[in-house]
Nanobody, 128 residues
Framework: QQQLVESGGGSVQVGGSLRLSCATS????????MAWFRQVPGKEREGVAY????????YYIDSVKGRFSISTDNAKKTAFLQMNDLKPEDTAMYYCAAGPIYSKCHTDVNGYRDFAFWGQGTQVTVSS
């Protein structure tokens, strides 16, 4: 059974940092797009950062460029999201997602409907 387990969320002050982890099991980790999404109540789930596991190409939305960094430890089948210089508008539930096998980020998968497997989410709260 496919599992994605996020951890590392919490409450921080403006300018602080957090590192989210997404430990996966039950499916082939390589050869697909992995991504981090976030969602606040009443809004659609938003893709924040994407990485092609077998090629290491990365993509970010403009609002997090230069502050967030997505990475992967393929041996541990774990994806990470390093978040620096956090702002109140980064407050959200953060989800890890896996695209279908052989999916390429932004070519084959982009919006949340394109992704096959999801974690349960981890809350990030940034206070001023």
């Amino acid at each position: 059974q496919q599992q994605l387990v996020e951890s590392g969320g919490g409450s921080v002050q403006v300018g602080g940092s957090l590192r989210l982890s997404c430990a996966t099991s039950g499916f082939q980790y390589r050869n697909r797009c992995m991504a981090w999404f976030r969602q606040v109540p009443g809004k659609e789930r938003e893709g924040v950062a994407y990485i092609d596991i077998s090629g290491d190409s990365t993509y970010y939305i403009d609002s997090v460029k230069g502050r967030f960094s997505i990475s992967t430890d393929n041996a541990k089948k774990t994806a990470f999201l390093q978040m620096n210089d956090l702002k109140p508008e980064d407050t959200a539930m953060y989800y890890c997602a896996a695209g279908p096998i052989y999916s390429k980020c932004h070519t084959d998968v982009n919006g949340y409907r394109d992704f096959a497997f999801w974690g349960q989410g981890t809350q990030v709260t940034v206070s001023s």
